[in-house]
């Protein structure tokens, strides 16, 4: 009769095996995939060992419902074996060779467990012969797998990357000095004419960022992106049709200019293109505050401080209190770890009270708010999020 204390347990072992493995073999536990592979491995072992325990111990079962029952729970094995083979076996094309390696260790392992029960005396002798044959078949693959001729590997050959070329002649275009301010002249040549096929490249000398956007398509046709002081932008015209193309600057609006995509030989060219001294506006020029003082433009940023959402930190905004001038920029950066805003407007009490100057929405850490100042005054902020951390800009 079939042991049950034994059979039971290597039942559910071995099942509980052979879905460790298909699982780590599928790919689904990538993650840990070595981890799962020796766990189950092990699992599947031992479960054999009562599994052939169990079923060989006493014999086949010979009552009508041991062997219903036996019957069920082999089922299970053998519909989980042949589920795992067939899930794997697209993915890994070695699964056919471990399930070779499996009969080779479970049929010798059953076959001892049935001797260890039915024939003990020649228990000794049959695992010398197993064990034996195991060491010279597994030394006589490993020496031949030394001895046969590998086929040379395939080398790859490299995919060659494609670096875009530069076009052969490239216009210059200006962005000057002091172009933030609404009343100085901005991007130098005004029309600049290039050939189609030419390069064209703005310069950005002023000391705020800038962009080149065509203006018709609000950037469909080209568009910089924003150009830092003193970076340049180069704009192929191969694809561009003929014609005329309105452009400006996204950050500034009043910034517009023309570029003229034209037949070959019709380019300003580099030339063209007048050094600072040449143009109405020196390379120096400043925004006009009120009252005729000169100013230059600037950019000055402003850190939300860590630790900014606890009221005892005791810094919020570092600079609190911002001093600049007209055509001017702030930036905030969160570097808290939690979200804030900066909005324009003050906190009466506990009352928020916005003016809708500016707000920059929730911000995350690490992202950057900007606001260009181009009117004079005070300006107060605040985060929605936090009432207690306030701020102040004063423009010039």
């Given at each position: 009769m079939t042991d049950w204390d034994l059979l039971t347990p290597g039942i559910g072992l071995t099942t509980i095996g052979i879905v460790g493995v298909g699982v780590s073999l599928s790919g689904i536990a990538k993650t840990f995939i070595d981890g799962m592979h020796a766990v189950s491995l092990l699992t599947m072992f031992i479960g054999m060992i009562f599994l052939a325990s169990g079923l060989f111990k006493d014999g086949f079962p010979s009552s009508g419902r041991a062997k219903s029952g036996t019957f069920i729970t082999l089922g299970f094995l053998v519909t989980f074996g042949v589920a795992a083979a067939v899930t794997v076996s697209a993915q890994v094309p070695s699964i056919f060779a471990y399930i070779g390696l499996m009969a080779i260790i479970g049929i010798p392992g059953a076959m001892l467990a049935f001797i260890s029960y039915r024939k003990p005396e020649y228990l000794k002798a049959m695992a010398i012969i197993f064990i034996g044959g195991s060491i010279v078949a597994g030394t006589t693959f490993y020496a031949f797998g030394l001895v046969a001729p590998k086929p040379p590997a395939?080398?790859?050959?490299?995919?060659?990357?494609?670096?875009?070329?530069?076009p052969a002649n490239i216009v210059k275009v200006t962005i000057l000095?002091?172009?933030?301010?609404?009343?100085?002249?901005d991007y130098d040549p005004d029309p600049v004419v290039a050939a189609q096929g030419e390069g064209v490249e703005w310069t950005n000398e002023d000391n705020v960022p800038h962009t080149v956007t065509s203006k018709a398509d609000d950037g469909a046709t080209f568009d910089s992106g924003v150009i830092a002081a003193g970076k340049a932008w180069l704009l192929d015209t191969s694809d561009i049709a003929l014609g005329d193309y309105e452009y400006y600057c996204y950050l500034h609006p009043f910034m517009t200019a023309m570029l003229q995509v034209a037949e070959a030989g019709e380019s300003t060219g580099e030339e063209s293109s007048a050094p600072a001294s040449e143009t109405n506006t020196p390379s120096n020029a400043t925004d006009q505050a009120p009252g005729g003082a000169a100013t230059p433009a600037t950019v000055t940023a402003v850190s939300i401080a860590v630790g900014s959402s606890a009221p005892t930190n005791g810094e919020f905004f570092v600079p609190d209190v911002v001093v600049t001038t007209v055509g001017s920029m702030v930036t905030w950066t969160n570097n808290d770890a939690t979200f804030h805003t900066v909005t324009s407007g003050v906190v009466e009490g506990n009352t928020p009270k916005p003016d809708g100057r500016f707000d920059s929405s929730f911000m995350k850490k690490d992202t950057t708010f900007q606001f260009l100042f181009e009117s004079p005054g005070e300006y107060d902020y605040y985060c929605s999020l936090h009432l207690y951390m306030t701020g102040k800009v004063i423009v010039e």
């Open positions: 395939e080398e790859e050959e490299p995919t060659p990357v494609e670096t875009p070329q530069p000095a002091g172009a933030s301010s609404q009343d100085n002249p």
